[in-house]
């Protein structure tokens, strides 16, 4: 004989779970959204605390749980990316998305969702490239709606029907906003070299610096190269980029030199692509993301802000 009240428990038990399971996947949507980490999980504890706030007859009217979820984060990231582009304004230098090291899980499609609307373009961007360093720094140039358009459509392959009832706008201004996006990405980025070619030329560069070798460390250098650093104001860094080769090369040696010698640089991977990271005293300080273009370095992101380096201190 079937307990009632057992069966009602049971029921109970495997929604929670349906629910906590989407977990990755809306952290993993909230951190492309947002470029930081810490700012994902946020919006994802807000979007559990808003499902957790209706009764259970709201709940069950819900035909799609994981589709009301990563509606209401999707929305919580839109109100939080226009709020962020004013922090910014004020922020103490240059802000540089929140690096991930590799264990963190943040490759995640849209579960079971085949490619939607066939007619777009094949080229869509991959999951891996939508969590590059280099991918999230164009993302920080769009304005909030292309940014959530590309993302929802490109990467978790959410139709353009979708997203207009996320972003409150038609499926055709939601369409035209991710071109935009698309094309805006394609514009300002090089082709990406193989990563087995990355990871040999920050090798170099990593040897290079730790001999001071001004020479090699020009040579692996584009001379249009670009040096951005994040320390948010809490700890030194240059506050405005640092433009060329032999300008970025002499900086890093000298950098190098003032350094006390427990200073360690480790071959890391840094969101998916070959990066280094800074050890001080055994301590992460810093930790650099690359952009290869061809045969040299084109640009170097290195962030020194404590408060974006917390997934890094036990790597």
């Known amino acids: 004989m079937t307990n ?8 109970s038990d495997a929604g929670l779970s349906v629910i906590i399971s989407e977990r990755r996947q809306l952290v993993s949507l909230a951190y492309r959204l947002l470029g930081s980490l810490a700012e994902a999980e946020d919006a994802v ?3 559990y605390a808003r499902w957790y706030s209706m009764s259970r007859q709201q709940q069950a009217a819900i035909e799609s749980p994981g589709a009301w979820l990563t509606r209401v984060a999707s929305r919580i990231c839109l ?3 226009g709020s962020a582009r004013a922090r910014r304004e004020h922020y103490v230098g240059e802000w540089i998305p ?10 995640s499609g849209r579960p079971g969702a085949a490619a939607a609307d066939p007619a777009d373009p094949a080229d869509r961007v991959t999951l891996d490239e939508s969590v590059s360093m280099a991918f999230l720094v164009v993302l920080e140039s769009m304005t909030p709606a292309q940014r959530v358009a590309l993302i929802l459509h490109d990467v978790f392959r959410y139709s353009f029907a979708e997203i207009a009832e996320i972003t409150g706008r038609t499926p055709a201004a939601c369409r035209e906003l991710a071109s935009s996006a698309r094309r805006r990405i394609r514009a300002s980025r090089p082709p990406e070299a193989p990563a087995a070619h990355q990871a040999g030329l920050i090798r170099n560069f990593k040897q290079a610096w730790e001999a001071r070798d001004i020479d090699t460390l020009i040579g692996l250098l584009d001379p249009g190269a670009t ?11 240059p506050l405005r980029p640092i433009e060329g080769g032999e300008r970025i090369a002499r900086f890093i040696v ?4 003032r350094t006390p010698d427990d200073l ?6 840094v969101n998916g692509r070959p990066g280094l990271m800074i050890r001080l005293g055994g301590a992460t300080a810093a930790v650099y993301a690359f952009e290869v273009a061809g045969d040299r ?3 170097i992101w290195v962030v020194r802000n404590p408060d974006k380096l917390r997934p890094w201190m036990m790597g």
């Open 4 to 11: 009632h009240a057992e069966a009602g428990h049971d029921q």
């Open 45 to 47: 504890q807000e979007t």
């Open 79 to 81: 109100d939080l990316l």
């Open 98 to 107: 929140e690096p991930l090291p590799d264990r963190t899980e943040w490759i």
């Open 227 to 237: 040096f951005t650093a994040d320390g948010g104001g809490l700890v030194t860094t």
């Open 254 to 257: 000298d950098v190098a030199d």
């Open 264 to 269: 360690t640089i480790l071959e890391r991977s």
């Open 297 to 299: 370095i084109k640009r």
